[in-house]
């Protein structure tokens, strides 16, 4: 993005004019914590800026108000000098905005077509004049962007670049002002990725303002004008991308000078304890890299990573739940390879699934029943007779083990705080006695007394010797690990033994500064 | 498609909910409403037809109305507790039938092997069923009617179109009319299944299965159980049923007709919706559908006995069906929301 375009450098330029987009002294937050606290962006006509920070940091929070999504607490928006209210993704659509996010909001059965034809302006009948017009319009679009996707193939047919290429073709039938990207590239081939930038730079030209959202640092420098950080819900600063690196950028992000920590592979000598898995060149491109580590008895070991680094994905892979294209697994020596969450949960590796509602819960089921739940999958034989009394008692004693605010324990689990039913998506699997448990994401939306409590059990079960897989986004979560491992676009990259696994270090390695690049 | 019809509930604050008066007595609406409506139809009417609605032998025969139904309505509750459908029941109890007669008729089989030879077609019917859900991945609605146009097609196949009736159905027709102690077969095949049924969903494994599935099929796949097995084995069982009621159904006449037992279909099914609104919130289970069975079966007897027009009928299931299911619903909403 060296060679600037000419309209580019006019309205670069043109600074005196209001600028496009501004949000000026943004808060937000949830329940006490300030995601976003006095934040401030604003974004000229074929500029991309790109917004940095690390996980929680407050990016999507932004962009999320901006799409009228979540409403602001305090805090302006001005398009075009305008102050503009919005309240409604409608809001946002008629004020010419557009969002590209990475959960693409297109119908799989529907044409490439089709779904461009859902965000044209023509909201006329469906005649045969008005198909013609919308495909004029999308030729017009993908004309000006520069790439072609076939208009007629399904889109559950395309790959996933060009479902991507579609989805921002739909937002652009709407002739956007602002095009707001959310981590555009995470499963982009460095081909199609190129071709992106190819696309951003037309974008530019014909002066759309872009938003650009990535946790890739190199490639946020490569396309953007101007990055702005921010840091746990705080803008940092705003600098041209011209003249700073991915060192500088690190800096910002995680709020310090950060130290090189190459000497850490010397302090990687942790006590050895008896091996349980080991996992050797574990692969399901593109999200899941060659992966190799192990984990002892009782130990208990975090997996850090951005979002999209590929950390869930390789938790499924190690349950079965999807199967993977090369690599393999042992367990306490003996060959493991899952290939259903069923024969690991036979085999005693659990898996505590992120969502805790639509992954780990009945919600409109008893707490015994959902307690239950798990050892019911692991039982072989199906004909086996079920015991309500027997299973209610051992419900109850996982209930008083784990401190579960119950009523009863017939109440259904919808009616409990986040904390409790963590705690029993959590106990289902510990009923189950595994010997290797993973956890993804244990305490979001989990308050901070219960979080505490969740670490005490862990902590516990590891005592009593079982094996801890931690995943999470909130590093300072890692004090209780033995040691972390770090993920960064599907590889891992990083052993931190537990001393040197604080939360600004694997912060600056989950983005790359480190020289580390893969285990010693 | 999941087996619980409970209205989405808002994930706001799920704290503390406050028992408030108003609260309670709309869960207990909700609860016990459909038994309220089997209470007031025996009440009305034994109060309007003293002679002929209260006595025994009306109970019984309102019994021996409500088994056949009650046996594919029970069959059914398999796949909706599964969180699936089946709309081929009542083709595969047809076709059941007409197998039977035309087993015992041409190929000398025995009742009990005529009998053993249905359970296992509609067993296969069931596999096929759940193969095409699970492995093809065909939604259960369109499955299940292709399915049952294949089986309709089987049907004719074998008839030729044309009711098969046996040349000597004396001991075939005997099976729906002996008694026991005063009570016919039927009514026992209905308590019998019904024991078992309901052991095989609330006291195995697999029962457990089949509801953690319907309630959350990627929470439970997650928590190890083989949804995709469980779903076929629902599917069979649920065909299974169907086949017993198209045997037991030609059992009365000693004949089969070639679409004897499609009326089942949509009795079942608003049996078992009906059903789910007694004693749980909404969710399906076995004595739901059964009192959903026999709530139908005492309003066409009681519009019977009181000698309203054939029509009314169909105004009572359709009604019945809508304020069962509708109210439940709503009572259970307003009770949450109190």
């Known amino acids: ?520 | 498609m999941t087996a619980t019809i409970e209205p989405p509930v808002s994930p706001a604050e799920p704290a503390q909910p406050t028992v408030t008066r108003s609260g309670s007595s709309m869960r207990w609406l909700g609860r016990y409403g459909a038994l309220l409506v089997l209470g007031l139809l025996i009440a009305v009417t034994s109060i309007l037809e003293p002679e002929t609605f209260a006595t025994t032998d009306n109970a019984i025969n309102i019994l021996n109305q409500s088994a056949l139904a009650a046996i594919i309505a029970m069959g059914l509750t398999f796949a909706l507790v599964t969180g699936e459908f089946d709309l081929s029941i009542g083709n595969v109890a047809s076709l059941s039938g007409v197998v039977a007669c035309t087993l015992m008729l041409k190929s000398d089989f025995s009742i009990p092997m005529a009998l053993a030879a249905v359970l296992v077609m509609g067993f296969v019917i069931g596999l096929v069923n759940g193969f095409v859900v699970t492995y093809l991945n065909v939604q259960a609605l369109v499955a299940t009617l292709g399915v049952g146009t294949v089986v309709i097609g089987l049907n004719y196949a074998i008839s030729d179109g044309s009711p098969i009736s046996l040349d000597d159905p004396d001991a075939f027709i005997n099976l729906s009319f002996n008694r026991f102690l005063g009570i016919p077969y039927p009514v026992y095949a209905m308590v019998a299944l019904g024991i078992l049924l309901w052991l095989l969903l609330n006291r195995t494994v697999l029962g457990q299965a089949m509801q953690a599935v319907g309630g959350n099929p990627v929470a439970a796949e997650l928590s190890g159980i083989r949804v995709d097995r469980i779903r076929v084995i629902a599917f069979a069982v649920c065909s299974a049923c169907a086949a017993l009621t198209g045997f037991l159904l030609a059992s009365r006449t000693g004949s089969a007709a070639v679409a004897a037992g499609d009326s089942y279909l949509l009795s079942a099914f608003a049996a078992a919706f009906f059903g789910s609104a007694v004693l749980r919130d909404g969710q399906f289970h076995i004595i739901g559908t059964v009192v959903g069975v026999i709530t139908v079966s005492v309003g066409f007897n009681s519009i019977a006995l009181i000698g309203l027009e054939t029509y009314y009928q169909y105004l009572f299931q359709g009604l019945l069906l809508i304020l069962g299911v509708g109210v439940g619903s709503l009572a259970r909403r307003r009770a949450a929301a109190a």
């Open chain 1, 1 to 520: 993005m060296n060679d600037i375009s000419p309209e580019h450098r006019t309205a670069r330029g043109a600074a005196s004019a209001a600028p496009l987009l501004e949000m000026k002294n943004i808060s937000k937050s949830f329940g006490g914590s300030h995601a976003l606290d006095q934040v401030s962006i604003s974004l000229r006509a074929g500029q991309v800026l790109a917004l940095c920070g690390a996980n929680g940091a407050g990016k999507s929070t932004l962009v999320k108000i901006l799409a009228g999504l979540e409403s602001a607490d305090e805090g302006e928006i001005f398009v075009d000098g305008e102050r503009a209210e919005i309240s409604s993704p409608r809001d946002s659509a008629a004020l010419r905005l557009s969002f590209v996010h990475q959960e693409l909001n297109l119908v799989p059965k529907f044409t490439a077509l089709q779904n461009m034809a859902m965000g044209s302006d023509e909201q006329g009948t469906w005649g045969v004049l008005t198909t013609r017009r919308v495909r004029r319009q999308a030729m017009e679009v993908q004309e000006r962007l520069g790439y072609r996707v076939p208009l007629d193939t399904r889109v559950e047919d395309l790959s996933l670049s060009d479902r991507w290429m579609v989805s921002l073709g739909r937002s652009l039938m709407r002739s956007g002002r602002v095009v707001a990207m959310d981590e555009p590239t995470a499963s982009f081939t460095d081909e199609e990725a190129q071709r992106l930038y190819g696309v951003i730079d037309e974008l530019q030209r014909d002066g759309v303002g872009i938003l650009y959202i990535s946790h890739r640092l190199e490639e946020v420098l490569q396309v953007s004008d101007d990055v702005t950080v921010l840091r746990n819900g705080r803008f940092v600063t705003t600098v041209p991308a011209s003249s700073t690196s991915r060192r500088v950028l690190t800096q910002h992000i995680v709020g310090r000078e950060v130290a090189d920590f190459t000497a850490a592979v010397a302090d990687q000598e942790t006590e050895p304890t008896e091996g349980r898995l080991s996992v050797q060149g574990l692969t399901r491109a593109p999200k899941v890299l060659d992966v190799s580590f192990d984990i002892g008895r009782g130990e208990i070991v975090g997996l850090a990573g951005l979002v999209g680094a590929g950390r869930t994905e390789l938790a499924r892979l190690i349950v079965g739940a999807d199967a993977p294209q090369a690599g393999a697994m042992t367990m306490d020596g003996e060959p493991f390879a899952p290939s259903s969450p069923h024969e690991a949960l036979v085999d005693g590796v659990a898996l505590v699934p992120e969502e805790r509602r639509s992954q780990g819960l009945v919600l409109a089921d008893t707490v015994v029943a959902n307690l239950n739940m798990a050892a019911i999958g692991a039982e072989r034989r199906l004909l086996r007779p079920f015991r309500p009394r027997a299973s209610t008692v051992s419900a109850q004693r996982m209930i008083e083990r784990f401190g579960i605010k119950v009523r009863s324990e017939k109440q259904n689990v919808i009616d409990l705080s986040g904390g409790n039913q963590q705690k029993v998506v959590v106990g289902k699997y510990v009923v189950t006695g595994p010997k290797l448990l993973i956890l993804d994401e244990p305490t979001v939306g989990v308050d901070v007394g219960a979080r505490a409590e969740i670490y005490g059990l862990i902590r516990s079960l590891a005592d009593e010797g079982m094996s801890v897989l931690v995943i999470s986004s909130d590093f300072e979560e890692f004090a209780i690990c033995d040691r972390v491992l770090v993920m960064r676009s599907g590889r891992l990259v990083d052993d931190v033994p537990a001393h040197l696994a604080h939360k600004d270090h694997l912060t600056s390695l989950c983005f790359g500064t480190s020289e580390q690049e893969q285990i010693a």
